[in-house]
């Protein structure tokens, strides 16, 4: 990938980031996963692959792995394997909220959590987020060694139904419970981020190889839906980008709201529980800004002139 930015961000400013996908799920997380690469403020550590179990019956037992794949084929296409490490995550959820489930993703967080280093740490969650939940029960001492980012959990005080939480609701309680920084970015508003396909044709199809793919993916996945009632028909939500967007918004201008970490139920709602801590729960978030710094950044690195 070609160093073409005119511009550098002081290191003082930049943040240590791992990034934890479920790659191959749908069609959303390869442009969050190529946003993270592209941004110069955050120094990507690693890229962990997520599992999506309860949601892809066609390749249960094989999430992770076709998420690990999928990020592989990403770097393939950026020009930039074995630029960062890749890890496998946890293979499914946690079988309850007291015990670990074992994998390199989850070891690589507390590795990278437990180092010396003045750079905060955050992990973007863009699915389950099983594999931090069992880092936190290997080494509790994490938790105030990091924060996490999660895309993940339906609109407050409720909560509902949402893809990202149910597929590991005891890794939630984990995470809601372990006393963590936490950026949770809820459903009402990630949606927020809603494109159309005639956009990706016109700003992304045109740069390089990667910019095809993304296009390309997505089309294939919007007709493979053709007998569902989502996706809408030609437009999509690229929900995860807001792990970037979070940190490139000015601290001034971001907009949430501090509450108590619920207790996640069965059914995905939330029960409130006085004594959690605080986390950071977004009210909004600002589309434009993420959007076209995406497009500018695939652009510049990518379109041939």
């Known amino acids: 990938m070609k160093k073409v930015l005119c511009f550098q961000v002081p290191e003082k400013k930049r943040v240590r980031m791992i990034v934890d996908t479920d790659c191959k799920n749908e069609a959303d997380d390869q442009f969050a996963l190529a946003h993270h690469l592209m941004t110069p403020m955050l120094e990507v550590k690693g890229i962990i692959a997520a599992h999506f179990e309860k949601g892809r019956p066609d390749l249960r037992g094989k999430t992770m792995m076709a998420s690990y794949d999928e990020i592989n084929l990403m770097l393939d ?12 995550g946890c293979a499914d959820a946690l079988p309850d909220e007291h015990t670990f489930v074992e994998s390199e993703g989850a070891r690589f967080i507390v590795e990278e959590a437990m180092k010396d280093d003045p750079k905060p740490l955050f992990v973007a969650l863009q699915g389950a987020i099983t594999d931090l939940a069992s880092a936190l029960l290997m080494e509790p001492k994490i938790k105030d060694r990091l924060t996490a980012i999660w895309i993940g959990g339906d609109q407050y005080p409720e909560g509902g139904d949402e893809f990202n939480l149910k597929q590991d609701i005891a890794a939630a309680n984990v995470v809601f419970g372990s006393g963590a920084e936490v950026w949770q970015v809820p459903k009402n508003v990630y949606k927020l981020m809603n494109i159309s396909l005639a956009e990706l044709q016109a700003r992304v199809y045109p740069c390089g190889k990667v910019g095809k793919y993304l296009v390309e993916q997505m089309v294939a996945l919007n007709d493979f839906c053709a007998d569902y ?11 995860d980008q807001p792990t970037v967007g979070v940190l490139l918004e000015d601290k001034e201008r971001q ?3 501090m509450r108590k970490a619920p207790r996640v139920r069965e059914d995905c ?12 729960v977004y009210d909004t978030i600002d589309a434009r800004l993420i959007l076209e710094d995406f497009y500018a950044k695939l652009a510049l690195f990518f379109r041939e002139s």
């Open 255 to 257: 907009n949430y709201t």
């Open 229 to 239: 009632s989502w996706p809408h028909g030609e437009t999509w939500c690229i929900g």
């Open 77 to 88: 296409l950026m020009e930039l394997r074995g630029a960062y490490p890749v890890l496998k």
């Open 269 to 280: 709602t939330y029960e409130p529980r006085e004594d959690g801590r605080e986390i950071r």
